[in-house]
């Protein structure tokens, strides 16, 4: 455990730097009459991070935590067996997305999580698996105006575009 500690603290630390770098290629400063340019929310936000990073680096060099004193091992089997299912899933998730949209995809996903890995009841899942693409549409596509991509399945929201956009 206290390995792995060190080791993602100082993964992140270095993500947060190069995340620091890129988001310098905007105004990362106030703009005259509008606000802060473009790169300033990712820069200060990635300095954010970076600075817990080292506070857990600080951490872990004095043992103030109990992460930092373990000497228990950091991933059992079930653990690694749950990491594979749930990135493989994910995985999954977006390799559908090409094919059958986000609409076809996040309710296969979400049975998928919900009922095999939560290991939830069939109501809840189906509810929520039902309501998710429902409500991602209407938060996305009708209320921001980002159209999601919909794959094989767009023809099935023409009606929906005439009714809401």
Not at 58 to 70: G, H, L
Not at 71 to 97: K, P, Y
């Amino acid at each position: 455990m206290r390995r792995a500690e060190l080791v993602t603290a100082v993964l992140l630390a270095a993500f947060s730097i190069y995340l620091m770098w890129k988001s310098t290629e905007l105004n990362i400063g106030w703009v005259k009459h509008e606000g802060p340019g473009g790169g300033a929310w990712p820069f200060w936000l990635a300095a954010i991070m970076l600075v817990c990073n080292i506070w857990t680096i600080v951490n872990w060099v004095r043992r103030a935590t109990p992460q930092s004193r373990s000497q228990d091992q950091f991933m059992d089997a079930h653990a690694i067996r749950m990491l594979l299912l749930v990135g493989g899933s994910v995985v999954a998730l977006v390799a559908m997305v090409h094919v059958i949209g986000v609409y076809g995809s996040v309710p296969i996903f979400m049975l998928f999580y919900l009922r095999v890995l939560g290991r939830h009841g069939w109501v809840p899942t189906l509810v929520i698996s039902g309501t998710a693409p429902v409500v991602i549409f209407f938060f996305f596509d009708v209320a921001m105006r980002i159209v999601l991509p919909k794959g094989y399945l767009e023809p099935l929201f023409y009606p929906l575009y005439d009714i809401f956009l």
